[in-house]
């Protein structure tokens, strides 16, 4: 059988320090690409207003699906106890809604929890289940002691050539290209 064709998937430039992460990004982002990442092993402040990123709508699917909860328990208790089983017990109101408190609150976390979890994965891409860099070696490199940018070769801007000279004019002594193989549909 054949060893599986490898295609170039894009560049990963590699630094020693979160600067010098940060002063690239920068000018990774100035350049105009829009398919591009920064690995590091720990969080970096500053990393994101430097990739130029927005802030993250999750915060807003939490939000909604959790008021759509109490909108669901509210539905749910007051529906139960003023139209399919009311219960008139000396003279009270037929829906107080006081005593469902707990039930609104559990429908708004259960909810927003969901939500959170699907916007997540949704927005972040989280259902591939592989990505070349595990196989690249560089996410050994990342998770201990090195930071990396990895342009994506999908990137209308992306050109090899040019990709490899900005990335060097950041101070990366290590460019590596970024490959995947190809399988072709068989079964192992």
Known sequence: MADPATRIVGLVALYDSADELIRAAEKVRDAGYRKWDCHTPYPVHGLDDAMGLKASPVPYFTLGAGFVGVAVGLLLTGGLNTLHYPIYIGGKALFSWQAYVPIYFEMFVLLAALATMGAMLFLCG???WH???HDSGVMELVTTD????VLDSTDAKYREADARALLAATGSRDIRPLAEQEDDGEII
Do not use: M, N, T, V
């Open 131 to 133: 990505s070349p860099l």
């Open 146 to 149: 090195r930071f990396a940018i």
């Open 126 to 128: 989280l259902g591939r």
